[in-house]
């Protein structure tokens, strides 16, 4: 695996990243795990195997999903229930018919993103999150139901309201609880910014030098809106190491496959169907897949996988046929978020380590 060395020197003297850690494992093993560069590029840490970095968008799936997962498990939500159900103030036309599995699978017909931030900052911390639903309820569709998949944060932040207002619990509470917990998984966790947290800053890697916040963004959420509620959303807020992502990671591939030990958290039949993409949808539920011919997942993942990208430069995939785990975490966004060279990056090593081990 030296050529796997080499690639990711090259890439932090490219300025591809500041700092990176990546995971390979083959049949439940690890055949590869090193970490390469520096948390933060003025007085930063070299990078380590418990170096914390924000997941981004990786919440969507190892949280918000595994979560509606446990609830569909528990008969307490169900894939095919509508909005309406869950939250009476519905009452829009265009937005009546959208289901679970719809905002799961990225073709419920909104939007990809919007700045509520810009307005949420102004409001009183406690009121935010419910002003933030009125305002994805009262957002006109892009496109109708079905019709096209358009990958979107605000049915993830819907996902994160549907948890809180079916459960009881907030997202972090429920998936700690329910899931983490029980897994054993110690180091994948939101951090509530509307309380008082002692975390080491040294500990995690950098993420931009925010234009608006006037500071560069450590032990806190990155992406505006999450920060604007207070750190815990259903689209962004998770923060984790390679280790423990890896953890969670494994275990649903070896639930997946049938011989995992704690298969009564959550059951391999939802966790099969979670994991396959269904009629009318170009997604698996809160989990990618690779689309040729320019999957970031590159050319050598069978069809039968499953992946997620992060904004800061996380990743993950998983090929469930050959058992077969690639994870890069990196702090792609320090010191800002035009840095885009990871999306010809990402590809390339993937390849690489595809080529190396298959």
Same mark, same amino acid.
């Given at each position: 695996?030296?050529?796997?060395?080499?690639?990711?020197?090259?890439?932090?003297?490219?300025?591809?990243?500041?700092?990176?850690?990546?995971?390979?494992?083959?049949?439940?093993?690890?055949? $590869?795990?090193?970490?390469?560069?520096?948390?933060? !590029?003025?007085?930063?840490?070299?990078?380590?195997?418990?170096?914390?970095?924000?997941?981004?968008?990786?919440?969507?799936?190892?949280?918000?999903?595994?979560?509606?997962?446990?609830?569909?498990?528990?008969?307490?939500?169900?894939?095919?229930?509508?909005?309406?159900?869950?939250?009476?103030?519905?009452?829009?036309?265009?937005?009546?018919?959208?289901?679970?599995?719809?905002?799961?699978?990225?073709?419920?017909?909104?939007?990809?993103?919007?700045? $509520?931030?810009?307005?949420?900052?102004?409001?009183?911390?406690?009121?935010?999150?419910?002003?933030?639903?009125?305002?994805?309820?009262?957002?006109?569709?892009?496109?109708?139901?079905?019709?096209?998949?358009?990958?979107?944060?605000?049915?993830?932040?819907?996902?994160?309201?549907?948890?809180?207002?079916?459960?009881? $619990?907030?997202?972090?509470? $429920?998936?700690?609880?329910?899931?983490?917990?029980?897994?054993?998984?110690?180091?994948?966790?939101?951090?509530?910014?509307?309380?008082?947290?002692?975390?080491?800053?040294?500990?995690?890697?950098?993420?931009?030098?925010?234009?608006?916040?006037?500071?560069?963004?450590?032990?806190?959420?990155?992406?505006?809106?999450?920060?604007? &509620?207070?750190?815990?959303?259903?689209?962004?807020?998770?923060?984790?190491?390679?280790?423990? &992502?890896?953890?969670? !990671?494994?275990?649903?591939?070896?639930?997946?496959?049938?011989?995992?030990?704690?298969?009564?958290?959550?059951?391999?039949?939802?966790?099969?169907?979670?994991?396959?993409?269904?009629?009318?949808?170009?997604?698996?539920?809160?989990?990618? &897949?690779?689309?040729?011919?320019?999957?970031?997942?590159?050319?050598?993942?069978?069809?039968?996988?499953?992946?997620? !990208?992060?904004?800061?430069?996380?990743?993950?995939?998983?090929?469930?046929?050959?058992?077969?785990?690639?994870?890069?975490?990196?702090?792609?966004?320090?010191?800002?978020?035009?840095?885009?060279?990871?999306?010809?990056?990402?590809?390339?090593?993937?390849?690489?380590?595809?080529?190396?081990?298959?």
């Amino acid at each position: 695996m030296k050529k796997i060395d080499k690639a990711m020197l090259s890439a932090i003297e490219n300025g591809v990243f500041p700092g990176a850690s990546l995971l390979v494992s083959f049949n439940h093993q690890t055949v $590869y795990a090193k970490s390469f560069g520096v948390t933060r !590029l003025q007085d930063g840490k070299n990078i380590n195997n418990a170096t914390i970095f924000d997941l981004a968008s990786l919440t969507k799936p190892l949280a918000t999903s595994i979560a509606i997962m446990h609830l569909v498990q528990a008969e307490k939500l169900f894939l095919n229930q509508p909005l309406l159900e869950i939250f009476s103030e519905t009452d829009q036309k265009d937005k009546i018919a959208i289901t679970i599995q719809h905002l799961l699978c990225h073709n419920s017909g909104l939007p990809a993103h919007r700045p $509520y931030y810009e307005t949420l900052i102004h409001e009183q911390p406690h009121k935010r999150k419910h002003l933030l639903l009125k305002k994805i309820l009262n957002e006109p569709l892009i496109y109708p139901i079905e019709q096209k998949t358009v990958y979107s944060d605000l049915g993830f932040m819907l996902l994160d309201a549907v948890i809180q207002k079916v459960s009881g $619990y907030r997202l972090d509470d $429920y998936i700690q609880k329910n899931i983490y917990q029980p897994l054993g998984i110690e180091k994948l966790f939101f951090i509530d910014l509307l309380k008082e947290h002692h975390w080491p800053t040294d500990a995690f890697a950098a993420t931009e030098h925010c234009p608006w916040r006037k500071k560069t963004i450590i032990a806190e959420v990155h992406d505006d809106n999450a920060y604007a &509620v207070g750190g815990i959303c259903g689209h962004a807020g998770l923060f984790g190491t390679i280790h423990d &992502v890896y953890q969670i !990671l494994d275990q649903l591939l070896a639930i997946y496959n049938g011989h995992a030990a704690k298969q009564n958290i959550v059951h391999r039949k939802w966790v099969q169907r979670f994991l396959t993409v269904p009629e009318n949808a170009q997604r698996a539920l809160g989990f990618d &897949v690779p689309t040729p011919p320019q999957s970031s997942s590159g050319q050598f993942f069978s069809e039968n996988s499953v992946g997620h !990208l992060g904004f800061t430069g996380t990743s993950f995939w998983v090929d469930l046929d050959r058992s077969i785990i690639i994870i890069l975490l990196s702090n792609r966004v320090h010191p800002n978020r035009n840095n885009n060279k990871i999306r010809a990056f990402r590809p390339i090593i993937h390849d690489m380590i595809m080529q190396s081990i298959v």
